[in-house]
């Protein structure tokens, strides 16, 4: 980096356009929470899917991960976002349609991050319920979720981060969050060294502490199972 | 609504898709060499040159908190800036390259350490030199800890590749985006492009989950 360009970083030029660029934020962080809720609930419902006991859920259960997880996301929003409507001949906002697509493709690797957490629970401890005379809704709620989530939040947390990363490619298909705010003001004051500086600290200060306490997560139930 | 699929217009251009595929792949294997060398070397100055470990971390969490994309862009847009211009296939290489190097540098370092000390004390008291003990002891064990970790970062990149079309560079997304708005027919297009996408990954998944049960080490 030039001593100019490092010098220009502190220009009140950048300053000023601050408050344009922690709108994009927001809308980062609100639609990575409610994408992260949304994936969750796909994830619990499409792993229990692969458990099932009837052929065909498992198979579209197994259908539904293996092509969202062999295909990129940048294209299955792309698709949702302008394929999608002309088949239904619903439209869809961007933010809808992100939303949308992000939800399908993180929803498929929660699936199986929630699938080999509750696959991880010894069947031993389930046999024991049923003998007690517990319900299959018994046995999978009080022994097998709770045993399960502390197994799963290691992976989860990482793939919170994940998504938190994806959703800046909601920008291609023009959602206003924080890459896209920074790129269409970039023609204009032709900062781009440093708008997109300021963009990589803002995802920088929220993602590493994320990133932080999935490592320390791993860390701990390595030394759990070791214990 | 009834939709009227005709994919006509995919086989006419489907020359011009498979170019785009060419790119992808190409994009793929450059990155992937290079990032295995950057990756392998940042995980042995990091074990070996203690002293500049805060650089390297500082590298490393940098490129796994921030999103690639922002990198891409910030490496096409921003560097420039400082007097540095790459074409946009190369700003894609070095972006996915640093990218990846940050995460296989964290494998390589893991399957490395997961090797016992006592199996590098053992060697050294048989009279191997270090780089004996490091080459005949230590990689073959690390090596199999370390290849279904890199199995599943190669098909991640097959698909993060795509991200190289904000750039410009033409592989098969950016084809498929320029084809589908050219020809008015995105549905064709891109439902074609995305059965192409999951035709080369699926094997490619199957594949690494394969390797990460043939290599798994039993303890």
Redesign the interface.
């Known amino acids: 980096m030039s001593r100019g360009v490092a010098l220009e970083m502190f220009s009140p030029l950048i300053w000023h356009q601050l408050p344009f660029l922690l709108v994009g934020f927001r809308t980062t962080l609100y639609v990575s929470g409610i994408c992260l809720v949304l994936a969750t609930v796909v994830g619990i419902v499409v792993a229990l899917g692969l458990l099932s006991r009837l052929f065909v859920v498992r198979a579209i259960a197994g259908l539904y991960i293996d092509f969202f997880r062999s295909t990129p996301l940048l294209i299955q929003l792309v698709w949702v976002y302008y394929a999608l409507p002309l088949l239904t001949g619903y439209s869809m906002t961007s933010l809808e349609a992100g939303i949308l697509g992000l939800t399908l493709y993180e929803g498929s690797y929660l699936t199986e991050i929630f699938r080999s957490g509750i696959m991880s629970v010894a069947t031993g401890h389930i046999d024991a319920g049923r003998a007690l005379g517990m319900t299959s809704w018994q046995v999978f709620h009080q022994i097998v979720l709770p045993q399960a989530a502390v197994r799963m939040l290691p992976a989860f947390t990482g793939q919170a981060l994940t998504l938190l990363k994806d959703s800046s490619i909601l920008s291609i298909i023009a959602v206003q969050e924080l890459l896209w705010q920074a790129e269409s003001v970039i023609p204009i004051t032709l900062h781009s060294m440093q708008m997109l500086t300021v963009v990589a600290i803002l995802y920088f200060a929220v993602g590493f502490p994320v990133a932080l306490l999935s490592n320390r997560l791993h860390a701990r139930w390595a030394f759990d199972q070791g214990a | ?1 009834e ?1 009227h699929w005709n994919f006509d217009v995919v086989w006419s251009n489907l020359p011009f898709l498979l170019m785009g595929l060419e790119y992808t792949v190409l994009l793929t294997a450059v990155s992937m060499s290079l990032g295995l060398m950057l990756g392998l070397s940042i995980a042995l100055i990091r074990i070996r040159f203690t002293r500049i470990r805060a650089a390297i971390v500082l590298y490393v ?2 490129f ?8 891409l ?2 490496i096409y ?7 540095l211009r790459f074409d946009p296939f190369w700003s894609a290489v070095i972006a996915l390259t640093l990218n990846l190097g940050a995460y296989l540098s964290e494998i390589f370092r893991a399957g490395i350490i997961s090797v016992s000390k006592g199996q590098t004390h053992a060697g050294l008291a048989l009279g191997m030199t270090p780089a004996q003990v490091a080459r005949v002891v230590v990689l073959p064990q690390a090596v199999r800890r370390i290849i279904p970790p890199v199995a599943s970062m190669w098909v991640g990149l097959f ?2 590749t ?2 190289a ?2 750039i410009a560079v033409a592989e098969l ?1 950016y084809r ?2 320029i084809l ?1 708005a050219r020809t008015y027919r ?2 064709e297009i ?2 074609a ?2 059965v192409l ?2 035709v080369i ?2 094997p490619q ?1 199957r594949m690494a989950h394969w390797i990460s049960n043939a290599t798994r080490v039993r303890e």
């Open positions: 609504m939709y969490e940098t796994r908190a921030t999103p690639l994309l922002v990198q862009v910030w847009n921003a560097l420039p800036a400082s007097g698909k993060d795509s991200l079309s904000a997304s498929a985006n589908s995105p549905v891109l439902t492009v995305a996408y999951f990954t699926y998944a």
